[in-house]
């Protein structure tokens, strides 16, 4: 089947410094990657719409300066945390839309990356 | 924004006991989604239903789609230990262009 490959699973960083997720389709094109951001015991919060590209389409609220999303490729999609802080630790997660034919949309998830910022 | 509103918030429940959490939503539904997920970890897709009036199963787990398309329940028998996570009903706009989640069912199963 489908896999999403999000890269690193794991990242310690410390504060000011930037860190880059990659969110990879191993096996099919994803004109559409979404970025999702999970607070403790909360549910996953749509953070950004990535399209292979073109700019990406952020939810409101979330700052478009400290996230940064590239969809360079049908394969790949990148998200960079800019000068992080601790309020910015969080579990980050991608999946990516491949489209199986009319109205059949399938949305794959990437394993999630944990982001800690001393 | 599509608004999906889960409940209940948490469960627990004995081991082979039945169970239902709902979700609902302010706009029609184009495609629900569901997924299991274990904290801090992957989601596992389970069932995906369009039409209304839609039942799917898989194993123990059913999930219907209403006839309007605004609800949809999940459904499981003889509960497991096993099926303990967070449980999230997801949708998208008739376009896809974005793809939301629910509040989220946490799932505590007793043996």
């Known amino acids: 089947g489908a896999v999403v490959s999000q890269h690193p699973s794991r990242v310690i960083c410390k504060s000011g410094t930037s860190v880059k997720i990659e969110c990879r389709s191993l096996d099919f094109q994803a004109t559409t990657m979404f970025w999702y951001r999970q607070f403790p015991k909360k549910s996953l919060m749509l953070m950004a719409t990535s399209n292979e590209g073109s700019k990406a389409t952020y939810e409101q609220g979330v700052e478009k300066d400290k996230f940064l999303i590239n969809h360079a490729s049908l394969t790949l999609s990148t998200l960079t945390v800019t000068s992080a802080h601790p309020e910015d630790s969080s579990f980050y997660i991608c999946?990516?839309?491949?489209?199986?034919?009319?109205?059949?949309?399938?949305?794959?998830f990437g394993a999630g990356s944990r982001l800690t910022v001393l | 924004s599509q608004e999906l509103e889960q409940s209940p918030q948490s469960l627990i429940v004995q081991e082979g006991k039945n169970l239902t959490i709902n979700c609902t939503s302010s706009?029609?539904?184009?495609?629900l989604y569901w997924y299991k997920q274990k904290y801090g970890e992957g989601l596992i897709f389970l069932m995906m239903l369009q039409k209304g009036g839609e039942e799917k199963s898989h194993e123990k787990i059913t999930a219907k789609l209403d006839e309007k398309k605004q609800q949809s329940s999940l459904h499981i028998t003889a509960s497991q230990p096993s099926h303990a996570g967070i449980y999230l009903c997801?949708?998208?706009?008739?376009?896809?262009?974005?793809?939301?989640f629910g509040s989220g069912t946490k799932l505590n199963v007793k043996p």
């Open positions: 706009k029609t539904l184009y495609g």
């Open positions: 999946s990516a839309r491949e489209r199986r034919g009319p109205g059949a949309n399938v949305l794959t």
């Open positions: 997801g949708a998208a706009p008739y376009n896809f262009n974005k793809f939301y």
